[in-house]
């Protein structure tokens, strides 16, 4: 089966989140499941910088108004094509927004000449290639099967997977004729959304399957709190709904082999993480003492609960427990966290910014990491957390819920526990969840115990790549 993957981040090439993670991992893992994967990608200069030898496969004269190539290449075993289109992605700044993090004017533009050059590539417009099926992730790709249903296009399978359904695309009406749809495109069960243009909602019109990260957050999603205004239009597709629970890259994350882990380990040699302990200390500049170190590595946003670990962090330092924090977002709650750690210097570190090695040596050396989202439709480091033996403090939604086992009487009689879940998402539920992590960390056969079966849970991209060729085989044998 031949698949057409669009995604406006793919790692390691340009990552801001978890979406990266996924559009790179998840065509590996369908390889085994004879899955033939090309994943059309945005050019931006990081992309461009870093491929080697590609071959122009396709010319767009006009596509939205500027000219683009559709550039072929391998890069680290993903097979992708690169839409170089420098008028809409040579530019300073991040996918998204520019070097002083505003929000680009004409993403609309951007990201719909993204959608239709890969309806184009689905209509068989690429020599010698033609997918079987359209896998869009996210706002950014999801006009896509919006283009399929109104251009000429043999009708293909699609399937739309929601990373965070907080961003949804959403612009002023003034901007539809320039995506050159029909006039009736404007309309409820497409893109239209109160008046405004939707291409998140266009999408989940569209799109023949809905995919969600988790099956908890698939249940959230349905309901006003997490819906985000578009709950009653995944509720008239309920039956084309699936939650799939992400994977990780485990040979990427892997303690044992981990190039930038300092000494490495698994499930038997435990004790080789205190190097590494060690080396977080001497990072964030903290005493070195036995005291448990929790970390937080995170964007610093409302939505990953960064304000609740600023206003609780004196507290953790009270309990005799250590923090360190690293990641970058909203100022003013970069502001607190670097307050937090001037008063309490040894005892909280603080990093602003992203810095990937750090955080592989961050889930080696660190007791545990702290997730608190007030949603989280998967979520990733907890991920990596198990894998390394960093035992997880999550909020118990979304995806935090489905990957975590919580640690109660039951569980731990059973020794099925693999981390700690608290709710609510308050700073009174953080702190009983930290007490709970202190009264186990002073057992060290209990807290080996929650280490060791975090570290044999199965979060690799083998059951869900699974779960996703069955739903493309599904849709493809309908003829959809």
């Known amino acids: 089966m031949k698949v057409l993957s669009v995604s406006s981040e793919v790692f390691p090439l340009i990552k801001t989140g978890g979406l990266a993670d996924v559009s790179g991992a998840l065509p590996i893992a369908l390889n085994a499941f ?47 094509l690169i839409l170089d289109a420098p008028a809409y992605y040579d530019r300073p700044g991040g996918p998204y927004v520019d070097p002083l993090g505003k ?10 000449a993204l959608s239709l050059a890969a309806s184009e590539i689905a209509a068989g417009l690429l020599p010698g290639w033609r997918p079987d099926l359209v896998h869009t992730h996210d706002w950014q790709a999801a006009l896509t099967s919006v283009y399929m249903r109104y251009y000429p296009t043999p009708e293909l399978p699609s399937v739309l997977t929601i990373h965070n359904i907080a961003f949804q695309g959403q612009f002023g009406s003034e901007i539809f004729p320039g995506l050159r749809l029909p006039a009736h495109a404007f309309a409820t069960d497409s893109i239209e959304y109160y008046g405004t243009v939707g291409y998140l909602k ?18 959230e999603i349905l309901t006003p ?20 629970v992400n994977g ?71 309990m005799g427990g250590k923090l360190v924090v690293l990641g ?47 949603f ?12 390394y033996g960093c035992v997880p403090i999550v909020a118990r939604t979304g995806g935090l819920n489905d990957t975590v086992i919580d640690a109660n009487h039951a569980a731990l009689a059973a020794k099925v526990a693999t981390g700690i879940q608290f709710s609510p998402v308050t700073e009174t539920g953080m702190l009983q969840a930290i007490r709970r992590a202190m009264h186990f960390y002073a057992d060290r056969k209990l807290w080996t115990q929650l280490q060791k079966q975090g570290m044999k849970s199965d979060v690799s991209w083998e059951k869900s790549a699974e779960r996703y060729a069955a739903l493309y085989s599904s849709l493809v044998s309908k003829g959809m």
Not at 34 to 54: N, Q, S
Not at 336 to 348: E, F, K
Not at 376 to 387: I, M, V
Request: hydrophobic share 40%; glycine share 8%.
């Open 34 to 80: 004879g899955v033939e994967t090309k994943t059309l990608l945005p050019g931006y200069p990081a992309v461009m910088k870093v491929i080697r030898d590609p071959v122009a496969r396709l010319e767009f004269p006009d596509l939205l108004g500027e000219p683009a190539t559709v550039l072929e290449v391998e890069h680290e075993g993903i097979d992708l």
């Open 103 to 112: 929000d680009y004017p004409d993403n609309w533009r951007r990201f719909a």
């Open 202 to 219: 266009g999408g989940l019109q569209t799109a023949h399957a809905i995919t969600t990260v988790s099956p908890t957050y698939a249940d």
């Open 225 to 244: 709190e997490f819906g985000m205004g578009l709950e009653g239009v995944i509720a008239s597709r309920i039956d084309n709904l699936h939650g799939i």
């Open 248 to 318: 990780i890259d485990t040979d990427i994350w892997n303690p044992a082999t981990d190039p930038v882990v300092h000494t490495h380990y698994g499930p038997t040699t435990l004790k080789n993480r205190e190097e590494n302990r060690r080396s977080i200390a001497e990072f964030f500049h903290l005493d070195n003492d036995d005291a448990p170190i929790f970390c937080v590595i995170s964007r610093l946003t409302w939505q990953k609960g960064m304000d609740i670990v600023a206003n609780v962090a004196d507290e953790i330092v009270a």
């Open 328 to 374: 970058s977002g909203e100022a003013a709650l970069e502001g607190a966290l670097l307050a937090s750690a001037s008063r309490h210097p040894g005892r909280i570190g603080v990093s602003i910014g992203y810095n990937e090695p750090m955080s592989h040596l961050m889930q080696a050396g660190c007791d545990a990491i702290i997730i608190p989202s007030r």
């Open 376 to 387: 989280e439709p998967c979520g990733l480091t907890q991920l990596y957390g198990l894998r």
